[in-house]
């Protein structure tokens, strides 16, 4: 295997291009959804169990602009490993929740690109988180200017 | 710029992204009026609040034998089949209306029905005894205990795998 050039292509710009808008485009969305209906996410949130009833809903008022803000500074191209970093870690913390419910055996509502408290599979919210993943790590760890 | 720096710069950019969306967050909401907090959800209600009496593991012991007495596992159904308390149904609170038609014949006939979930600070029997008491069944009872404090006391399990 060519091996430089299978590392460029992680460098290469139409990459990185498609995972910021991929990426910040998801987060922009997945914001302006939440911003829309605090009460929905604030159910959403507390379907988890995993945070105090008094932070249901502050986080449901606030979370949804972080992901609005480092989103549109992915696409944007402002700070771009940094959004990169911010949305990777939201990220992880979401997988986070995911797997202590999966292992405590607690069936949860997504709070993910809608409000809605429909319980969702926690395995397959897990996958494709991951797959969110990944171009978050492409923009952190094959980035020209490190 | 060396991983230090990387990281260094990036909490400062993190710091100004949650700063900025915060401030927005508070304009967004002063202009359009903060939204009323949400009514609590059924499930924000404690077992007292929604009159299901609340029983004990050795109560639990002494009615599971009865044979008018179901016990309903409110947790997932992969959590149920990893262990639980002998002859209890699967009922998971989050499909509960889903699976009701195939126990709903047992629970009309049962003379109790003894819901539980993972542990104390588990909601989710209590949301599926709401639901049925909606649905038209009584005589619910909550162990509150739940499958954490049944095996902590060292009842016997069902289904646990070796």
Redesign the interface.
Known sequence: MNLPAFKGLFFSRPLHLFCRFFLGGLFIYAGIIKIIDPAGMSAAIDSYGLVPRFFHYPLALTLPWVELVAGVFLVAGLRTRSSALMLSLLLSVFMLAIIVNILRGHDHACGCFSSSTAIVNGGWLLIRDFLFLLPGLVLIFFNQRR | ?S?NN?FR??II??A???A???A??FI??ALRG?????EP?TN?LSAAELNFPIIEAELVEQLRVQPDTVVLDA??A???T?GHIPGALSL????WSEHLPRIRHQLEQAGFIIVY??DL????ALFLAQGLADAGFSNLLIYEGGISEWRQLGYPIEGERP
Do not use: N, T, W
Not at chain 2, 34 to 38: G, I, L, N, V
Not at chain 2, 92 to 95: A, F, I, Q, S, Y
């Open positions: 710029m991983q990387f710069k990036s950019d993190m100004l992204i949650i900025i969306s915060l927005l967050a967004a909401h903060f939204p009323p907090a949400p959800r924000e947790r997932a992969s959590s149920y990893s998971p609170v989050g499909l979930c993972i600070y588990c909601r989710d």
